[in-house]
């Protein structure tokens, strides 16, 4: 077995720390009334194959570091990626003439000092894993292997990918805060094409986690992978009208992806969002709670502090169906009178508790009506909550899959959409930072024929 390609970090924590206070002394000195750093160190290593070849190899290291400077009310940011004195000086004069060319902006400046992390527990997020290229390629191989034996009918293949990548950053700022982060992320993904007649169909699976023991067995990826593509033979469209509506794990959890845009600071300070003026107000169906958990172990949105430094709450997003808080960085708090929740740069672990069995309950509860497994188009007006897209799946009767459907369109308004949710699956997604079962909804209108 060879050894695996050198892929440790090559500054230590200590090291880029030292960095981030060259740049606020620097920036100190050049006349900044305040200023914040954040640089980051990254390798990975990508090896796609197809049916059964080595397709690429590719190794990434990179390294940055942003600054952004204030002058008064007045903002400036530059970035670098060379961290030599002279580059780290170049920037922060290049910051800086850009502060003195902007116009003051009240709501500018760092988070407030008393809203700072003190505390940095150890969330194990750093797993870094030393997989050689050849081990790499077998794991592809073999992923690509499962999905193809599964019948004749895989016809083709997209490939398979094995990714692992490591980084660490430190963000500080000039009220004296540095926060040092260190995280892994490695995935196995699979897609191919099954084909039968004239009629092809294509589906994936992955499977991603911040450690590699986390990850699904290779062939168990493409054996999924396989069988999502051959069960879409056959597809067809469905008689338009209104049905009860089952969306699985991974298309549920976009649903609640347009909870958080519509719940962030940036949509509500410029009044582009369905749920403005929502705190206090029940905007699910009484039966959903969503917990935001940034202290989850080994979880994929999980932090001690946001990228403002400020100190992440774990909290009861949505209780009840009652909407508890938004999603805001200092800034969009600042413009809408409110205080910063830990937000900036976006939410943490979303966690929906499940009120229901697995899959297979949620098939039954859903009757006769559709599941859909795939979402085509952007079709979701964040002011208004109108939602229409092209979808993919299965129509359902009596509890069980009875064919594949293609071709449709789904309509509503998530307004409505979130207060008609009937149930949420214990088959959770765990792949992402929304943690959630599939979820179904009374019901939607299904344009088809």
Known sequence: ??????????FSQDQLTELVQQVLRHAKQAGATACDVDISEGVGQNVSV???EVETIEYNRDKGVGVTVYLGQRKGHASSSDFSPAALEQTVAAALAIARHTAEDSAAGLADPERLATEFPDLDLYHPWALSVEEAIELA???????????ARISNSE?????SHTGQSVYGNSHGFIGPGRSSRHSI?????AQEGEAMQRDYWYSSARAAGDLDAADAIGLKAGQRALARLGARRLKTGDYPVLFDPSMAAGLIGHLSSAISGGALYRKASFLLDSIGQPVFAPLVNIVEDPFLKRGMASSAFDAEGVACVRRELIKDGVLGGYLLGSYSARKLGLQSTGNAGGSHNLLVAPTAGGFTDMLARLGTGLL????LGQ???????DYSRGAAGFWVENGEIAYPVEEITIAGNLKQMYQQIVAIGSDIETRGSKRVGSILLERMTVAGE
Request: proline residues 0%; neutral net charge; contains cysteine.
């Open 379 to 385: 079709g979701v007006n964040g002011i208004t909550g």
């Open 141 to 151: 191989q073999r992923c690509e292997a499962a999905a193809r034996g599964v019948d």
């Open 189 to 193: 993904s699979c897609a191919v094409i």
């Open 50 to 52: 197809r049916l059964g």
């Open 1 to 10: 077995m060879s050894q695996a390609k050198e892929s440790t970090l090559s």
């Open 159 to 163: 490939g398979a990918t094995v990714s």
């Open 372 to 375: 859909v497994t795939e979402l």
